[in-house]
T-cell receptor, first 114, second 113 residues
């Protein structure tokens, strides 16, 4: 398996623009997690899904952030409109099957909002 | 609410010496505890976990961790450090009620040759 795949790896955008981050989890995994990592706040859980259904979105900072999982092999995290304080590295992780307690992380998307 | 603390921002150790990276936690009920490692420009990688059973857990790359319920600690250890162990280490906790995992702030480990 190729692991968790995130795209793009880097994104530079201007304040006010819409940003969409993408994630393909490991095949067969039924949990998907979105995290944000910054120097100031560390690694924060934004939202997680089980069987494509959002279970806990209490970490989503505000209404500008939304996440969807239309099927078991794809998820998006959208920021609209983006702000400079959204600059961070966003990670997607998945878990499931016999390794349901272990999260496998993607390489992350480094977002810079100018 | 669950929480995890890593009291050291950085740990420095000489190659060949033992290393310890500290972690304490707070959770209602029985904890699930994890250690992950992050190398530059990479995602986190799983090292080891404690779910139940023996308090001493062995993981990848020669790492181990000891669960201490009375001290609510889960320190990461390795008998002999390697330069290649230099990375950012995260302790994480979740309770048995769900899959929401809380990560500590991370401890940067420097192993000097």
């Amino acid at each position: 398996d190729a692991g968790v795949i995130q795209s793009p790896r880097h994104e530079v955008t201007e304040m006010g623009q819409e940003v969409t981050l993408r994630c393909k989890p490991i095949s067969g995994h039924d949990y998907l997690f979105w995290y944000r990592q910054t120097m100031m706040r560390g690694l924060e859980l934004l939202i997680y899904f089980n069987n494509n259904v959002p279970i806990d979105d209490s970490g989503m900072p505000e209404d500008r952030f939304s996440a969807k999982m239309p099927n078991a092999s794809f998820s998006t995290l959208k920021i609209q409109p983006s702000e400079p304080r959204d600059s961070a590295v966003y990670f997607c992780a998945s878990s499931g099957g016999l390794a349901k307690n272990i999260q496998y992380f993607g390489a992350g998307t480094r977002l810079s909002v100018l | 609410a669950q929480s995890v603390a890593q009291p050291e921002d950085q740990v420095n150790v000489a190659e060949g010496n033992p290393l310890t990276v500290k972690c304490t936690y707070s959770v209602s009920g029985n904890p699930y505890l994890f250690w992950y490692v992050q190398y530059p420009n990479r995602g986190l990688q799983f090292l080891l976990k404690y779910i139940t059973g023996d308090n001493l857990v062995k993981g990848s790359y020669g790492f181990e961790a000891e669960f201490n319920k009375s001290q609510t600690s889960f320190h990461l250890k390795k008998p002999s450090a390697l330069v290649s162990d230099s990375a950012l280490y995260f302790c994480a906790v979740r309770d048995t009620g769900g899959f929401k995992t809380i990560f500590g702030a991370g401890t940067r480990l420097f192993v000097k040759a």
